[in-house]
């Protein structure tokens, strides 16, 4: 079962980024809209992991991680969804996507670990994607004026929760 999750999840992800974009665009007016809107995300999230993965009560431990991945979830989500308002999907994923780095510096800070070329390789790619489009968005329509300062703010925000998340993960290992 938690092999067909493996194939199902991403599909989910992916849906559930591009529905989020769009509501955030056409049906968030506020932040109660916003709040709501991930509430919902977080229920139905909730909901499908507690099916597949609790299997007994949680120690301690657990529920202290659990709750950090929540707050970090929580200013993800919210931020994310925010930026989307204000500014192009592809630019603000693509950026967001970037929180890898935060994986990077800690395997070289926490772990001590020596950077690989495939580190480079890996992230090499994401910069240029991020660089293509901002010269992409900025040629298509040069009058229309992104909200740069929200936005950015906004997604910067969104990054650094995604990094937290991540953190999270890496050290709940």
């Not at 079962?1 to 559930?16: A, E, G, R, T, W």
């Not at 991930?38 to 202290?64: D, G, Q």
């Not at 390789?121 to 991020?130: K, Q």
């Amino acid at each position: 079962m938690q092999y067909l999750l493996f194939l199902v999840l991403p599909i989910l992800s992916n849906i559930k980024i591009i529905a989020q974009s769009y509501i955030a665009r056409k049906d968030v007016k506020n932040l109660s809209d916003n709040l709501y809107l991930n509430a919902l995300i977080y229920l139905a999230s909730a909901i499908i992991f507690s099916c597949v993965y609790i299997r007994e009560i949680p120690n301690t431990t657990v529920l202290l991680f659990s709750l950090g991945f929540a707050v970090a979830t929580f200013i993800f989500q919210i931020f994310y969804t925010l930026a989307f308002r204000y500014g192009p999907f592809s630019l603000t994923s693509s950026l967001v996507s970037l929180a890898l780095i935060f994986q990077i510096l800690m395997g070289l800070f926490l772990y001590h670990e020596e950077l690989s070329t495939l580190n480079y390789f890996g992230f090499i790619p994401f910069v240029i994607a991020f660089i293509l489009l901002l010269k992409k968005n900025k040629k298509e329509d040069p009058d229309k004026k992104i909200i740069w300062g929200k936005y950015l703010i906004f997604a910067l925000i969104a990054l650094i929760g995604n990094g937290l998340i991540i953190f999270m993960q890496v050290l709940f290992k």
